[in-house]
């Protein structure tokens, strides 16, 4: 029997839930009445108002990928300074909320940001104004970071643990001080680290509709919420086809962009996923 | 302290939990000096590179680099580089930017050190090898790049830990050859760690035995060879029969049941003591013309010579000797005075701590005596 039999689950769960709805995806995009059409591309290209959604969604994965990057970098090199031991502690704290349902997080940010929420309540007996939240573009921003930036951490953790000290030692053997050890060494080992949680964050940060859904309602719509309103509410499946593909090329572009910054770092291994 | 004292340990101690790696060291370095601390595995030989280097706190004791005392400064605030014993090269740069690494840190020009990373990687036999990764290297290729990578700063201290270890036997020649031409050239002072006795031996200008966490004994080469200080020593550096024995008075020593001449004073009259016999300082001479008499059992070629053990009735003795002698031969030994070393036997353990204390500043001071003549 050969080795290959093992593949067969796998291949017809791909075929399933992969290529049966690509095609799909990709028939309804291209076939009306039986017919080849751009139609559906023309209307999601010229429409200004898709190109801002898109836009905006960009902009929004964009900066969350960058504050989860800067606030999870320290997080990470503080924790890979510690005692192992410390260290498994402290990252659970980390984990955990990963291990409660992504949704249910979400809403749990509503109750907090709600115009009657916990964050409201706590300002005003301190004697503050109370401030609007929900529905905001920082609010989603802030939701974003918070359900994303344990794919950050935790990357980048994996390859600064990973850091021989011999290195560091190296460095101030040859004269760097702790700086310049870390931008001249630390930082360039732990560059791999730093691709995969950028990826790991980018791609679900631009890919959302729940998040802008909940937190940002119709203020602070995503691609992904177009997407959803095109095929769940408006039913017109074409067009919601072609936005998915214009987000999945997206998707595409940014894998392939990570992934070459990763070769010409030289660097095969590390904690990358691809 | 003395002006010529690079380094200087004085009474370091390093526990690891309890355990004592380093027990109440006691050393100085001079300028210029080619020293080998040389022990086996586990002896605290890393340990004290890393203390001089300041990757690690003495828990007990100070060290002075240049006079200053420098427990607290930290490695890159010290002159001193280091062959790391696992070579912990820069596995993101390529070998052109680890050699240039400390050169950079020093701002020095591009020209400059374009110059002497070229230099110094011809020097280790690696040109052409520049844009290399470091895991597209050999082993032997990795040490030399680590070398090269601390030697290209002209350190005030070397500190080599174990660096030809990789290379292979010819290659390990040429490279002694060279570091110690260097070594000699630019006045670099080297601390080499080795447990490799004849490595030890041909490159040093002053020799450090170790075992468990102490210094055995301090001295030249042929200090070292001629004169160990003790059993351990003369066992650690080459082959030797060694022999319980007696001091019957000085320049008289008896064992297995004969008095012999030799050339040791200083003893008490009938003290214990071990007798050390370089297999290479005793000879095979014909029946009847040497008291001590016995039967080749067992006869080895070794290359230039040959390892013959001589069984006198009541012991094994090892010669090595270049005349071809059967198995089975009745022959005669040749034991001269000065082929015989006497050497105190190790007392209980508090006793004998403290006369290793006391023998390891008479070594300081042999050492530094036979310097000066
Ligand atoms: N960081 C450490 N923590 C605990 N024990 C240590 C540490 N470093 C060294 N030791 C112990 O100290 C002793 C001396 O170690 P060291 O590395 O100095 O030996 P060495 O002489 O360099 O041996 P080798 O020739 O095998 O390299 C050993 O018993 C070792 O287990
Ligand atoms: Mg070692």
Redesign the interface.
Known sequence: MKRSVFATPYIVWMIMFIVIPMLFILYSAFIKDGQFTLEYVRQAMESPKYMNVLLRSIVIALISTALCLLIGYPVAYILSNMKKSTAAILSMFFILPMWMNFLLRTYAWQVVLADNGVLNMLLTSLGFPKGEFMYTQGAVLLVTVYNFLPFMILPIYTVLSKIDRSHIEAAHDLGANSIKTFFKVVLPLSVPGIISGITMVFIPAITTFAISRLIGGKNVALYGDLIEEKIVSSGSLGLGSVLSIILLVLVIISIFVMHRMEVEQGNEEGGTLW | MESNHLIELVNVTKEYSGEKALDNINLYIRNGEFLTLLGPSGCGKTTMLRII???TMPTNGDVYLDGKRVNEV???KRR???V?Q?Y?????LNVFDNVA??LK??KVGKKEIQRRVESILELVNLKGYERR?IDQLSGGQQQRVAIA??LV?DPEVLLLDEPLSALDKKLRKDMQVELKRMQQAVGITFVYVTHDQEEALTMSDTVVVMNEGKIQQIGTPQDIYNEPKNKFVAQFIGESNIIDGVMLQDYLVSFKGSAYQCVDTGFEPNEPVDVVIRPEDVDIVPLGSAPLTGVITDVVFMGVHYAITVNCNEFSLMVHTTDYVPVGEHVSVQILPDAIHVMKKPKTLDESEAIEATQEMKAIEEGMDAEEQ
């Open positions: 280097a300041g990757f930290p490695p890159y001193v580089n280091t790391f696992k912990a090269l820069f596995t993101h690494f400390g840190l020093k990764w990578r601390a700063n």
